[in-house]
């Protein structure tokens, strides 16, 4: 049987609070929503959360309620998710890519700070498949919006190593905990949680008409019962890690940053002493499913040269996710590990 790249862990609790939703007719965004957001904020210690239906939407109410607008600068790593490219879009602003620093995962700060101009309204910036970007942008008087979706489980220490205006979750399948979509926004100010409840939820507002972001009870049901499991998830991704990092200590292959209990481990990324076809296939071969975990670096995306982002070009080429969810059982873990060291 192949073993899939990812899948979420669902149990019978998420099916259970999903059925209390339908049976009790909880099917917009009501009481379910605010318990998760609660629980949410105070698992990651930030005063006021916000769901929305999806992290694009997320992205889109934070850059409305920083009035951002059309021509103003949006700073953005291009090796990332795609969604605040996608709300810069929407809202005329123009994303200014910058590329990631050689062997990481994340933007230097000197890299950041020489694409501030007059004109930057944001920068943002993520923690990338769970290791943190430790950037320090403190001293930055431009709003940071942290994307924490790839983080949530981290130690408080080193998620919010930058104190940001915003901090940003997805929910997808694939992230620390899934409500099969949707996102949340963090926020400390009062002034911004209160405008993006507003539009958030079709409220006009100034010249804003309102948007319909609201995430369902029945999606925040299952959020609430992944919530409860989140330390339990993350202690089997680095359990799943250890033993991944120990096959790669017998091979060529390699991978940026040693183990480490103070990461989450979203993605298991992978450089392997192979051209990627080979590695493809043999994988394939062996019923594994690997994959570029962002294989279209955002750069491309506005049709700029790869030779002025060659970092993230590179790692959208070359770098592999080995299967990495706590639903693997234990011989599909090893079957991985093992297949990693017999390619040469």
Do not use: W
């Given at each position: 049987?192949?073993?899939?790249?990812?899948?979420?862990?669902?149990?019978?609790?998420?099916?259970?609070?999903?059925?209390?939703?339908?049976?009790?007719?909880?099917?917009?965004?009501?009481?379910?929503?605010?318990?998760?957001?609660?629980?949410?904020?105070?698992?990651i210690?930030?005063?006021?959360?916000?769901?929305?239906?999806?992290?694009?939407?997320?992205?889109?109410?934070?850059?409305?309620?920083?009035?951002?607008?059309?021509?103003?600068?949006?700073?953005?790593?291009?090796?990332?998710?795609a969604?605040?490219?996608?709300?810069?879009?929407?809202?005329?602003?123009?994303?200014?890519?910058?590329?990631?620093?050689?062997?990481?995962?994340?933007?230097?700060?000197?890299?950041?700070?020489?694409?501030?101009?007059?004109?930057?309204?944001?920068?943002?910036?993520?923690?990338?498949?769970?290791?943190?970007?430790?950037?320090?942008?403190?001293?930055?008087?431009?709003?940071?919006?942290?994307?924490?979706?790839?983080?949530?489980?981290?130690?408080?220490?080193?998620l919010?190593?930058?104190?940001?205006?915003?901090?940003v979750?997805?929910?997808?399948?694939?992230?620390?905990?899934?409500?099969?979509?949707?996102?949340?926004?963090?926020?400390?100010?009062?002034?911004?949680?209160?405008y993006?409840?507003?539009?958030?939820?079709?409220?006009?507002?100034?010249?804003?008409?309102?948007?319909?972001?609201?995430?369902?009870?029945?999606?925040?049901?299952?959020?609430?019962?992944?919530?409860?499991?989140?330390?339990?998830?993350?202690?089997?991704?680095?359990?799943?890690?250890?033993?991944?990092?120990?096959?790669?200590?017998?091979?060529?292959?390699?991978?940026?940053?040693?183990?480490?209990?103070?990461?989450?481990?979203?993605?298991?990324?992978?450089?392997?002493?192979?051209?990627?076809?080979?590695?493809?296939k043999?994988?394939?071969?062996?019923?594994?499913?690997i994959?570029?975990?962002?294989?279209?670096?955002?750069?491309?995306?506005?049709?700029?040269?790869?030779?002025?982002?060659?970092?993230?070009?590179?790692?959208?080429?070359?770098?592999?996710?080995?299967?990495?969810?706590?639903?693997?059982?234990?011989?599909?873990?090893?079957?991985?590990?093992?297949?990693?060291?017999?390619?040469?």
């Amino acid at each position: 049987m192949k073993i899939v790249a990812s899948k979420p862990t669902i149990t019978r609790k998420e099916l259970e609070g999903v059925l209390d939703c339908l049976i009790q007719d909880n099917l917009a965004s009501g009481s379910v929503v605010k318990q998760f957001e609660q629980a949410l904020s105070t698992t990651i210690g930030i005063k006021y959360a916000l769901a929305t239906n999806s992290i694009f939407g997320a992205y889109h109410c934070i850059f409305t309620a920083l009035g951002i607008t059309a021509g103003d600068e949006v700073i953005i790593p291009s090796y990332f998710d795609a969604a605040p490219l996608k709300a810069c879009h929407v809202i005329g602003a123009i994303p200014v890519l910058v590329d990631i620093a050689e062997n990481c995962y994340h933007p230097s700060k000197e890299n950041i700070q020489g694409a501030i101009t007059q004109k930057t309204k944001a920068i943002v910036v993520g923690h990338t498949f769970g290791f943190p970007a430790q950037l320090n942008l403190n001293d930055s008087a431009i709003p940071c919006i942290l994307d924490i979706s790839h983080a949530i489980g981290m130690d408080a220490g080193e998620l919010f190593d930058t104190a940001p205006s915003f901090a940003v979750a997805s929910f997808a399948p694939s992230m620390m905990i899934t409500t099969e979509m949707g996102g949340m926004i963090f926020t400390n100010n009062s002034r911004y949680f209160s405008y993006i409840r507003d539009i958030r939820n079709g409220m006009p507002h100034e010249h804003i008409a309102g948007f319909e972001y609201c995430m369902s009870d029945v999606h925040a049901a299952m959020g609430i019962n992944q919530l409860l499991k989140l330390k339990d998830f993350v202690k089997r991704r680095r359990d799943i890690a250890r033993i991944y990092y120990d096959a790669l200590s017998k091979t060529h292959h390699s991978t940026f940053y040693a183990f480490s209990e103070h990461f989450t481990y979203q993605t298991f990324p992978v450089l392997f002493d192979a051209q990627p076809d080979i590695v493809d296939k043999y994988f394939k071969k062996n019923a594994i499913e690997i994959y570029h975990p962002i294989d279209v670096p955002l750069h491309q995306y506005m049709k700029l040269r790869n030779l002025d982002f060659p970092h993230s070009d590179r790692l959208s080429k070359k770098l592999f996710s080995l299967p990495m969810y706590p639903a693997l059982t234990k011989r599909e873990i090893e079957k991985v590990a093992r297949i990693v060291t017999m390619l040469a």
